[in-house]
Structures are given as structure tokens and as C-alpha cells.
T-cell receptor
């Protein structure tokens, strides 16, 4: 069965620190990859997505992610975090005709000023 | 463009009662999804519709959960009877085909507490 693993459940950083959140998946076929973010009190929002092409994708708010097919990974990065990046981040893998999503358990990021 | 709408936002019921949630997808989105998100976990797909037909309901506990999308737009998810373990946030999402694949957009969710 497909699964998505997010390595860190809680991450605490100071402003201006660099961020990397890990995401690995298990699925042998063609996948589409997503990162969603949930800010406190808000609903899930799309941060970025990878369907095909350049494995380095850029999303909103300065986030980027790199798809490494050989490692089944899709790690999220940001060179310098801000307090407003405090949120929960979910990695999701889509497959099949309608892109059925399997989500990771999420990583809760707290950024201290 | 309006997002996915859901109601109610919060619901508290006692076990063995029934409850229903409503979702209105983004206009023009033919695909609609219901997810269950238990505290500390990622969302888990319960059921997926394409227009008014069910595409995938393999993870829907059919003995107590039901969902419909009669006219291919709004959808309702019902739980009857509810159990304590049904306490969760129920998310609705809809999607459109863009760039060769479907991208899902989520509503605010309904937080259900079963006492």
C-alpha cells in the first residue's frame, strides 16, 4: 500500500534560519507530489506541486521543493523562515486518474522571532 | 473565485446520534472529495465523486457513513450512528484538471466532537 512519511513531527526554528522538511513516499508508479500548508485557524492551502518536468519546483512565499525520484523524496525548503511561516505542513502524493491523495502525518513548524 | 464552502463549522453530538455535513465545491469543479482528519494525523480520503458518480469509496465505513452528490454539485456526508472514534475534522475538497493533473482545493472543514 502507498504511504507517505514525514520525518519531523515538530520543528522549532528562529527567524532567518533555513528550513528543510523531509517527505518520502512508497509507490512504484507515476506520482504527482504536493505540499499543503495549514496556518493557525485557516484551512489547508496549496503551497506547491510537482507533476512533471523540472524536479525543482517553486511555490508561494519563497518555498521550493525538490523531487528526487531515486530517493522517493520530495523535500520542502526555504532559505530564511519568518514568524508568519508558523504552520503545519503536509506532504501528499497523488496517483491514479483523479489524483487520489495520500497525506503524511504533517510537520508542525514553530518560528520564534 | 469563491472557495470550497462547508457547513457547519463545528458540531457536538452524543454517540449513537446522527450528523450530516454539507459541502459546496468551487464552481465548475466536477471532482469532489471527503476526507477525515483525526487529530495528529494527515487527512484520509473517505470518498471521491466525479460529477454525481462515486469514483472511490474504498475507505468509507459504509455501515455508518454515507455520502451523496445528487446533482453533481453540492454534497452531503452523513454519519449514523456516530461513535466516539468519529471525532475528527471532516474536510471537503474539489479539483480541476490543470497542467495535466488534478489539483485539490480544500474547504475549512467541519470539526465534529462525539461525546
Amino acid at each position: 500500500a502507498q504511504s507517505v512519511s514525514q520525518h519531523n513531527h515538530h520543528v522549532i526554528l528562529s527567524e532567518a534560519a533555513s528550513l528543510e522538511l523531509g517527505c518520502n513516499y512508497s509507490y512504484g508508479g507515476t506520482v504527482n507530489l504536493f505540499w499543503y500548508v495549514q496556518y493557525p485557524g485557516q484551512h489547508l492551502q496549496l503551497l506547491l506541486k510537482y507533476f512533471s518536468g523540472d524536479p525543482l519546483v517553486k511555490g508561494i512565499k519563497g518555498f521550493e521543493a525538490e523531487f528526487i525520484k531515486s530517493k522517493f523524496s520530495f523535500n520542502l525548503r526555504k532559505p530564511s523562515v519568518q514568524w508568519s511561516d508558523t504552520a503545519e505542513y503536509f506532504c501528499a502524493v497523488g496517483s491514479g486518474g483523479y489524483n487520489k491523495l495520500i497525506f503524511g502525518a504533517g510537520t508542525r513548524l514553530a518560528v520564534h522571532p | 473565485e469563491a472557495g470550497v464552502a462547508q457547513s457547519p463549522r463545528y458540531k457536538i453530538i452524543e454517540k449513537r446520534q446522527s450528523v450530516a455535513f454539507w459541502c459546496n465545491p468551487i464552481s465548475g469543479h466536477a471532482t469532489l472529495y471527503w476526507y477525515q482528519q483525526i487529530l495528529g494525523q494527515g487527512p484520509k480520503l473517505l470518498i471521491q465523486f466525479q460529477n454525481n458518480g462515486v469514483v472511490d469509496d474504498s475507505q468509507l465505513p459504509k455501515d455508518r457513513f454515507s455520502a451523496e452528490r445528487l446533482k453533481g454539485v453540492d454534497s452531503t456526508l452523513k454519519i449514523q450512528p456516530a461513535k466516539l472514534e468519529d471525532s475528527a475534522v471532516y474536510l471537503c475538497a474539489s479539483s480541476s484538471l490543470s497542467g495535466g493533473a488534478y489539483t485539490q482545493y480544500f474547504g475549512p472543514g467541519t470539526r465534529l466532537t462525539v461525546l
